[in-house]
């Protein structure tokens, strides 16, 4: 059986700060799951060139070549359209995911309108990920805005109650008691007890659900006289 591909993303500038800490987390709660396999990409000191509209997409694309622009995309959306569970993280910078995020996620119109690949992200799973300073400094809004581009794609987004928060894994990186108005720790993210165990039970989640929907294809190939 084909093991269930996971790819995760973080859009951070700091290679080794609290969102790759964060990531590697849930990436390694993941592969300790049977069938399970995880792959990682980081965007930071990467180019990624914002969408241009240019229809290219809509008219050329190819399953070799999915989009016209040429960056350090290619190789990630190539990554993305492999993968059946997508774990996309990012720091949160005015209340919104970073503009490395964004551009990244404007690219993936190849993947809802495109000649070869129109809404081949369907039915994949994804999780969004952010680290903000302050738990109430816009993190949920964040989380939005990447959750609104995978319900754009038609993507299924798990929610787990139990973990408090249904729009994806929140994390603080800064104080989280009143005597501390500095972070004396530089990776922050591990003092955040609720946002790690919300990232076990939602990678849990993610993967119980591709093992599900699965099962389900499997079924109705099998149906089909």
Same mark, same amino acid.
């Given at each position: 059986?084909?093991?269930?591909?996971?790819?995760?993303?973080?859009?951070?500038?700091?290679?080794? &700060?609290?969102? @790759?800490? #964060? =990531? *590697?987390?849930?990436?390694?709660?993941?592969?300790?799951? !049977?069938?399970?396999?995880?792959? $990682?990409?980081?965007?930071?000191?990467?180019?990624?060139?914002?969408?241009?509209?240019?229809?290219?997409?809509?008219?050329?694309?190819?399953?070799?070549?999915?989009?016209?622009?040429?960056?350090?995309?290619?190789?990630?959306?190539?990554?993305?359209?492999?993968?059946?569970?997508?774990?996309?993280?990012?720091?949160?910078?005015?209340?919104?995911?970073? &503009?490395?995020? @964004?551009? #990244? =996620? *404007?690219?993936?119109?190849?993947?809802?309108?495109?000649? !070869?690949?129109?809404?081949?992200? $369907?039915?994949?799973?994804?999780?969004?990920?952010?680290?903000?300073?302050?738990?109430?400094?816009?993190?949920?809004?964040?989380?939005?805005?990447?959750?609104?581009?995978?319900?754009?794609?038609?993507?299924?987004?798990?929610?787990?109650?139990?973990?408090?928060?249904?729009?994806?894994?929140?994390?603080?990186?800064?104080?989280?008691?009143?005597?501390?108005?500095?972070?004396?720790?530089? =990776?922050?993210?591990?003092?955040?007890?609720?946002?790690?165990?919300?990232?076990?039970?939602?990678? $849990?989640?993610?993967?119980?659900?591709?093992?599900?929907?699965?099962?389900?294809?499997?079924?109705?190939?099998?149906?089909?006289?």
């Amino acid at each position: 059986m084909q093991p269930i591909r996971l790819l995760g993303i973080h859009s951070s500038p700091i290679k080794d &700060g609290n969102c @790759a800490y #964060l =990531l *590697d987390y849930a990436l390694n709660k993941a592969v300790q799951q !049977e069938g399970v396999v995880a792959d $990682k990409a980081t965007l930071g000191g990467l180019k990624i060139s914002d969408c241009v509209q240019c229809n290219w997409c809509m008219k050329k694309q190819t399953a070799d070549r999915l989009c016209n622009v040429e960056d350090d995309a290619l190789p990630i959306l190539h990554q993305i359209d492999v993968c059946d569970i997508l774990i996309l993280m990012t720091p949160v910078y005015f209340a919104r995911l970073s &503009g490395a995020m @964004a551009c #990244l =996620l *404007d690219r993936t119109r190849c993947f809802l309108f495109g000649k !070869e690949k129109r809404q081949s992200l $369907k039915g994949k799973i994804g999780i969004a990920m952010a680290v903000g300073w302050m738990r109430n400094g816009g993190i949920e809004t964040t989380l939005e805005s990447v959750h609104s581009a995978f319900l754009l794609h038609e993507m299924w987004t798990p929610s787990v109650h139990e973990a408090g928060t249904v729009f994806g894994i929140g994390a603080v990186s800064g104080p989280l008691h009143a005597d501390q108005p500095f972070k004396r720790d530089r =990776l922050g993210v591990k003092e955040d007890g609720q946002a790690l165990r919300a990232t076990d039970l939602f990678v $849990k989640k993610a993967v119980e659900t591709a093992r599900m929907l699965r099962r389900k294809n499997a079924d109705a190939a099998d149906m089909i006289p």
